[in-house]
């Protein structure tokens, strides 16, 4: 539900199914060029998560003009594990997306979950500057989820590949963040262990709409762990809602779950993989 929710002068629900248009899954192939240049400055976002890296372009207003994604697992739990994978695979995105809109990217924004040491932090902003893009702002990654939501008082839960972050949110600004670890990954793990899958073939099944329902007894645990997760991190507090983003939020049920758990009001925004990717962005300055 994104009732009332507006960002770069228009409905959210409209500025993502746009985002949505122009992001695409394209590991092999190409995509469509752009009718013209876009002019004036650009501002990229870079989201090296668990489960997939993230590249967005928009325009100086903010509105989507192009952008990758691929599965890859050169970062876990906010850690850059395959420093050489991040960097080939991110120069392959931002290749493609450059022939795409006919400019290159010169620089980005990127984020990390709450918690990374400053050294990992610096170790993402390494992976984006050996590509040839310059990178000056690094934004915890709920804070940037908050650029696209602009929740006033809430929690903003970030339920990424390997970890859930977790931002509370009063008067509209960020006044506490926590990070732990559980994510999608979790249930990929628990449904190859219940299935006998590998890994790689429990992720591809739980991205299957129709298997859902039939798996959804099999990760709802790790559902109520995030859960449990979020009630911690609230020290008893009794927020007015928590918006979940990040790719898990999307199999169904999981807002329920939370819910239950919580007994807080929680709400799932249309298409939350791109939420937290889509703020990086808006936090770049321009080039």
């Known amino acids: 539900m994104t009732t009332g929710w ?4 228009a409905d959210l629900a409209g500025w993502l199914s746009r985002a949505e248009q122009v992001i695409h899954l394209n590991p092999d192939g190409t995509a469509p060029r752009l009718n013209s240049v876009p002019q ?3 501002r990229v976002g870079v989201d090296l998560g668990t489960a997939y890296t993230v590249l967005v372009v928009l325009d100086e207003a903010g509105n989507p003009l192009a ?6 697992q050169v970062v876990r739990d906010g850690l850059v594990v395959d420093y050489w994978g991040a960097v080939n695979l991110l120069r392959s995105l931002k290749e493609r997306t450059e022939e795409r809109i006919g400019r290159q990217l010169t620089r980005a924004a990127s984020g990390f979950p709450p918690g990374v040491p400053r050294a990992e932090v610096r170790a993402t902003a390494n992976v984006i500057e050996a590509t040839g893009m310059l990178c000056p702002n690094l934004v915890e990654e709920p804070s940037a ?3 696209v939501l602009g929740i ?3 929690v903003i839960v970030d339920v990424g590949g390997g970890t859930t972050g977790v931002a509370v949110i009063e008067d509209g600004k960020v006044v506490y963040t926590a990070d732990e670890a559980t994510g999608g990954t979790h249930f990929s793990l628990v449904i190859a262990g219940a299935t006998g899958l590998s890994f790689e073939q429990a992720e591809e099944l739980k991205k299957d709409s129709r ?3 039939r798996l959804f007894p099999l990760v709802r645990p790790v559902m109520e762990k995030v859960g449990t997760i979020i009630e911690r991190h609230l020290h008893g507090a009794r927020p007015e809602s928590i918006t979940l983003v990040g790719g898990t939020a999307l199999f169904p049920g999981m807002a329920g779950v939370i819910e239950e758990v919580t007994g807080i009001l ?3 925004p249309d298409r939350p993989m791109f939420i937290t990717p889509l703020g990086i962005a808006l936090a770049d300055t321009g080039d």
């Open 211 to 213: 298997e859902q329902a």
């Open 6 to 9: 507006k960002i770069a002068g």
């Open 152 to 154: 006033r008082n809430g």
């Open 40 to 42: 004036g400055n650009l």
């Open 67 to 72: 952008g990758e994604y691929q599965f890859a």
């Open 145 to 147: 989820a908050n650029h």
């Open 266 to 268: 929680t709400r799932v």
